[in-house]
């Protein structure tokens, strides 16, 4: 390869690979994320999965997409695309409303043949002039014609070479951002590491795509994007709900306590699962049982067994472990709950995301059952809190539930892998010799914080049993008393706002003088940071308050949040959040910014709704 002189730098750049679910845009998407993040720069990707299974090919129902911000200062997937790839017309079609005014577009033009512009619902022959699209930003690629021809003599049928297209786009977008083809083929060679021959097929591709970059648009400039100085260490991209099984393995390895998953299959949670069921050669037991129900129980029972116990879902399956909820909260049993918020109700919106599960979190089961409710912010901080969530469990022997959502678990971050000493020993509060001799019982507790001590089956002169029943404060026999019951109604209610004395505080960030705050809670956090970044640039003072522990939530949030004349809680929800700290504060006027259309925010959309409401 020569190598290309005329070469612009940038500080980022928006790339939206889209084509059908076949096409393999997320395996291009995810090479191209992965090499960028080995090269120093910030990533932040979206996943744009279509709710059908199979829907027919070319159709613009079946379109899949991927979309990736790389550079310096990246927090969201970006609003607008710089660059769109579409394999097909009905990919142009459908996404032409992400790209920047101006964008470049790389299509397959073997693909504009009567059938398949009949199918995406075009009434011309040409879809570039019936979509308006400027010529001079369009390069069309004869895509199908050169990959026939670069592996012509590969021996692989015609099925097998179309397999390998998504390569070829993959080539191009390397040669427009100068990315590193070695990097690429060493990925490639990872991923088909037992099929050596479908290597070298795809690393043709690869350079077949450079080539034609190079060599047909050589007048055009390619661009390199810049990267911030980093944390010395080993990086690499991570999906939140990767981070999510790796933060339970590090929450197991310093508790001591062997990590047990039971789990149902559901999107966008099961990838959890997948991932843990690999690490059998760290000990991890995940185990996928018959229905949500069962998956709940296995954990509790586990939990009881002295394990680190998980179990994961989504918000139908959050409905259906409540009741077993209830049962781990009345036991007073270290459960952690991974929900994976999509749209809803029902089966809803199975591939897009929310935040409307966070009512069902809180108060989603019968009778006072309070447990901890805290929420990841990102695809790297869900590692962070799963090992958070799992902490609180064990060390206050409470339910957790972990809320994620399907923007952060499927979208991936640049992550540097930690060292074991960045996070701290979680200390189980067993129940000791001495305490067992002075007459303990199950529902003995430390008087600090309240937490009963754990017994582990086997602790000899510790055989007990919890249960759904209530127990006495005193004896921990089953008790039907009036007054006793609301003892301990109170008692567990306790135990879960003592916890806000093991959290950090809440950190304001943005412009300190501001009389506007922005209030956010879980995967929002990148958009609503660049929206605070940008109206402060351009002379509207905010501030940003971001909340991942939600219940209890931080001792000094309350104290913080009143100190602005504006509160303002944006969300992807009707307004959860922010009818939950309208309790809290009944004589603030909260303002709220929402959407539940299935995507995240643009981050134009809060900036927008932060002037209006200023403005009004």
Same mark, same amino acid.
């Given at each position: 390869?020569?190598?290309?002189?005329?070469?612009?730098?940038?500080?980022?750049?928006?790339?939206?690979?889209?084509?059908?679910?076949?096409?393999?845009?997320?395996?291009?998407? +995810?090479?191209?994320?992965?090499?960028?993040?080995?090269?120093?720069?910030?990533?932040?990707?979206?996943?744009?999965?279509?709710?059908?299974?199979?829907?027919?090919?070319?159709?613009?129902?079946?379109?899949?997409?991927?979309?990736?911000?790389?550079?310096?200062?990246?927090?969201?997937? &970006?609003?607008?695309?710089?660059?769109?790839?579409?394999?097909?017309?009905?990919?142009?079609?459908?996404?032409?409303?992400?790209?920047?005014?101006?964008?470049?577009?790389?299509?397959?033009?073997?693909?504009?043949?009567?059938?398949?512009?009949?199918?995406?619902?075009?009434?011309?022959?040409?879809? !570039?002039?019936?979509?308006?699209?400027?010529?001079?930003?369009?390069?069309?690629?004869?895509?199908?014609?050169?990959?026939?021809?670069?592996?012509?003599?590969?021996?692989?049928?015609?099925?097998?070479?179309?397999?390998?297209?998504?390569?070829?786009?993959?080539?191009?977008?390397?040669?427009?951002?100068?990315?590193?083809?070695?990097?690429?083929?060493?990925?490639?060679?990872?991923?088909?590491?037992?099929?050596?021959? $479908?290597?070298?097929?795809?690393?043709? $591709?690869?350079?077949?795509?450079?080539?034609?970059?190079?060599?047909?648009?050589?007048?055009?400039?390619?661009? /390199?994007?810049?990267?911030?100085?980093?944390?010395?260490?080993?990086?690499?991209?991570?999906?939140?709900?990767?981070?999510?099984?790796?933060?339970?393995?590090?929450?197991?390895?310093?508790?001591?306590?062997?990590?047990?998953?039971?789990?149902?299959?559901?999107?966008?949670?099961?990838?959890?699962?997948?991932?843990?069921?690999?690490?059998?050669?760290?000990?991890?037991?995940?185990?996928?049982?018959?229905?949500?129900?069962?998956? $709940?129980?296995?954990?509790?029972?586990?939990?009881?067994?002295?394990?680190?116990?998980?179990?994961?879902?989504? &918000?139908?399956?959050?409905?259906?472990?409540?009741?077993?909820?209830?049962?781990?909260?009345?036991?007073?049993?270290?459960?952690? %709950?991974?929900?994976?918020? /999509?749209?809803?109700?029902?089966?809803?919106?199975?591939?897009?995301?929310?935040?409307?599960?966070?009512?069902?979190?809180?108060?989603?089961?019968?009778?006072?059952?309070?447990?901890?409710?805290?929420? %990841?912010?990102?695809?790297?901080?869900?590692?962070?809190?799963?090992?958070?969530?799992?902490? !609180?469990? !064990?060390?206050?022997?409470?339910?957790?539930?972990?809320?994620?959502?399907?923007?952060?678990?499927? @979208?991936?971050?640049?992550?540097?892998?930690?060292?074991?000493?960045?996070?701290?020993?979680?200390?189980?509060?067993?129940?000791?010799?001495?305490?067992?001799?002075?007459?303990?019982?199950?529902?003995?507790?430390?008087?600090?914080?309240?937490?009963?001590?754990?017994?582990?089956?086997?602790?000899? @002169?510790?055989?007990?049993?919890?249960?759904?029943?209530?127990?006495?404060?005193?004896?921990?026999?089953?008790?039907?008393?009036?007054? +006793?019951?609301?003892?301990?109604?109170? $008692?567990?209610?306790?135990?879960?706002?003592?916890?806000?004395?093991?959290?950090?505080?809440?950190?304001?960030?943005?412009?300190?003088?501001?009389?506007?705050?922005?209030?956010?809670?879980?995967?929002?956090?990148?958009?609503?940071?660049?929206?605070?970044?940008?109206?402060?640039?351009?002379?509207?003072?905010?501030?940003?308050?971001?909340?991942?522990? !939600?219940?209890?939530?931080?001792?000094?949030?309350?104290?913080?949040?009143?100190?602005?004349?504006?509160?303002?809680?944006?969300?992807?929800?009707?307004?959860?959040?922010?009818?939950?700290?309208?309790?809290?504060?009944?004589?603030?006027?909260?303002? /709220?910014?929402?959407?539940?259309?299935?995507?995240?925010?643009?981050?134009?959309?809060?900036?927008?709704?932060?002037?209006?409401?200023?403005?009004?």
């Amino acid at each position: 390869m020569l190598e290309n002189t005329n070469v612009k730098t940038l500080d980022s750049v928006v790339v939206r690979f889209s084509g059908d679910s076949g096409d393999g845009m997320q395996l291009a998407g +995810n090479i191209f994320s992965n090499v960028s993040a080995g090269e120093g720069n910030e990533i932040s990707t979206f996943p744009d999965y279509p709710a059908e299974i199979r829907a027919p090919q070319g159709s613009l129902s079946g379109v899949s997409g991927f979309q990736v911000h790389i550079g310096k200062g990246v927090h969201t997937p &970006g609003d607008e695309a710089d660059v769109l790839v579409a394999m097909n017309p009905a990919a142009l079609k459908t996404n032409l409303k992400f790209l920047k005014p101006g964008g470049i577009i790389i299509c397959d033009s073997d693909t504009f043949r009567e059938a398949d512009l009949k199918k995406a619902q075009y009434t011309t022959s040409d879809p !570039i002039a019936e979509l308006g699209i400027d010529t001079d930003r369009v390069m069309l690629v004869p895509m199908t014609t050169l990959l026939k021809e670069a592996l012509k003599d590969s021996g692989m049928d015609p099925k097998a070479v179309l397999k390998c297209k998504n390569m070829l786009a993959l080539g191009i977008v390397c040669w427009l951002f100068d990315r590193d083809v070695d990097a690429v083929l060493r990925k490639l060679q990872a991923k088909f590491a037992k099929k050596p021959a $479908v290597y070298e097929a795809n690393a043709k $591709v690869i350079h077949a795509g450079w080539d034609y970059g190079h060599n047909t648009h050589a007048s055009m400039p390619t661009y /390199r994007i810049e990267t911030d100085s980093v944390k010395p260490g080993t990086y690499t991209d991570v999906n939140g709900n990767t981070a999510t099984a790796w933060g339970l393995i590090m929450a197991s390895e310093k508790s001591g306590r062997p990590l047990f998953l039971g789990s149902y299959p559901i999107t966008p949670a099961t990838d959890i699962l997948h991932e843990l069921a690999k690490r059998k050669d760290l000990g991890v037991k995940a185990c996928q049982m018959e229905d949500e129900i069962a998956g $709940v129980c296995s954990a509790i029972g586990a939990s009881f067994a002295g394990n680190l116990a998980v179990t994961s879902t989504s &918000g139908p399956g959050l409905a259906l472990k409540s009741e077993a909820l209830g049962l781990a909260v009345i036991a007073e049993l270290p459960l952690v %709950a991974i929900d994976v918020q /999509r749209g809803g109700p029902s089966t809803g919106l199975p591939t897009k995301t929310e935040q409307t599960d966070l009512m069902q979190a809180l108060y989603g089961r019968n009778g006072e059952s309070p447990l901890c409710v805290v929420a %990841a912010a990102s695809p790297t901080d869900c590692f962070t809190m799963a090992f958070e969530a799992a902490r !609180i469990a !064990i060390e206050h022997m409470t339910p957790v539930i972990l809320l994620t959502d399907a923007f952060i678990a499927n @979208g991936s971050s640049a992550w540097r892998i930690p060292e074991e000493s960045d996070f701290p020993e979680i200390k189980p509060r067993f129940v000791s010799k001495s305490q067992i001799e002075e007459g303990w019982k199950p529902y003995s507790r430390d008087e600090k914080d309240m937490v009963r001590y754990w017994a582990l089956p086997g602790t000899e @002169g510790a055989q007990h049993r919890v249960g759904g029943l209530e127990k006495d404060f005193r004896t921990s026999v089953i008790s039907t008393d009036g007054a +006793n019951h609301e003892k301990m109604v109170m $008692v567990r209610r306790e135990k879960i706002a003592r916890i806000a004395d093991y959290i950090p505080e809440l950190q304001i960030q943005g412009n300190p003088g501001a009389k506007t705050v922005l209030v956010g809670w879980g995967g929002t956090y990148g958009h609503l940071l660049t929206a605070a970044n940008e109206l402060n640039a351009e002379g509207t003072p905010v501030a940003l308050a971001h909340f991942r522990y !939600i219940n209890p939530l931080p001792k000094n949030a309350l104290e913080e949040l009143g100190k602005y004349d504006n509160i303002i809680v944006a969300e992807l929800n009707t307004g959860m959040f922010a009818d939950y700290l309208q309790s809290k504060m009944p004589g603030c006027n909260i303002h /709220r910014i929402n959407k539940i259309e299935g995507q995240p925010f643009m981050v134009r959309e809060i900036t927008e709704g932060v002037k209006h409401i200023l403005n009004d």
